[in-house]
Each structure stands twice: as structure tokens, then as C-alpha cells.
């Protein structure tokens, strides 16, 4: 069996053996070249909230705080409203998105994580029970949310990210949630 040059198309008589990797790719190759085009991305931020997967924009958090940071009650705020922190010289609130979600209430005050979130004219902690990764997805990853969400979700989930095919992770719009809960929804 012989080698055919790659310059040229014709065969020679040099065994198929010593044919080089390069020479090889090259007669392989087509003389058209690929161009890399880099995909929009988009920084997530992954977290659980009743052992359910969760995403905010990453443009939306500002600060992940540690689940010691003190949260302070205040009598007469709403049931979803957990207390304020006091974080470099502000005061922000921290809420719990579980009613608006139409998530179970812990029965005890989760001591997980607080993202510090800001979206809708509104800077406040988000009380997450667990922080699972900050990753960037491509685009093309985020799927329209599907018509079987439940109607208590629906409002806030902007896309879905399928991650295999047992996990699907939701992609909340912080602009929805923070809206709903100035209007008292929450």
C-alpha cells in the first residue's frame, strides 16, 4: 500500500506507515478554514432553596456573604422579610423567597448563605440554603421556560437550563421577584 502526497494527490511509493501526522491532516483537511466564534455567555449564580436548583444572573448579585453574617429581626416587617444586616455602614433587608416561589416556609430560619442582589431599583439579601456553584453557560443553553411550570414559578423563571436528563435548573428574573415583593406578594 503507498502513500499519497498530500500536495499534490498522486501516490508515491512511500509506505502508509511513515506517512506523518501532518500529512495525513493535511490531505484530510478541506481547503476551507473554521473560523472559532466565540457564544454569548451568561454568569450564573447556582443555589437551593428547598432542595430545589436555583440560578440568578450574576450581573444581578453583587456579593455572596457568609451564612455567619448577622441578621437582625424587625417586628412589623412581612413574613417573607427575615430582618436587615448591617453591611459596611447600610442597612440592607434580607428576604426569603420561598412564599413567593410557593415554596414550603422553613420552620427554623435557614443558615445558609445571603446573595446581595440588585435589581429593580432595590439592593437586598436573598437568604439561599445552600450556594451550589457561580459557572458561565452559553446562551444557547438557556431554553424558554416550558408551559408546565407551575403557575407560582412562572412569573420568575426567565429560562430553564437543562443539565442532564434528570436536572433542570431554573433561571429566576430578579427584576419579577423584587417587583412582586414591593407589591406585597412576597
Known sequence: MTAEDPRDGVANDRPLATLSLNDALAAQSDSETVVDVDEPTQQLVL????????????SAVSEILPSDQPVYYVPGLPASTEGV?????????????????GLPTPEVTSKGMILLVRAAGVTSGVRIEQL????EVT????????????????????????????????????????????????
Open 47 to 58: 443555589f437551593r432553596l428547598d432542595d430545589q436548583r436555583f440560578a440568578l444572573p450574576g
Open 132 to 135: 451550589d456553584d457561580v459557572c
Open 85 to 101: 444586616l448591617h453591611l459596611r455602614g447600610k442597612i440592607e433587608s434580607v428576604i426569603s423567597l420561598h412564599q413567593l416561589l
Open 139 to 186: 446562551q444557547s443553553m438557556l431554553q424558554a421556560p416550558p408551559e408546565t411550570l407551575p403557575g407560582t414559578l412562572r412569573p420568575y423563571v426567565s429560562a430553564l437550563w437543562q443539565i442532564d436528563e434528570r436536572q433542570a435548573l431554573a433561571l429566576l428574573d430578579p427584576e419579577a421577584l423584587f417587583d412582586a415583593y414591593r407589591q406585597g406578594l412576597g
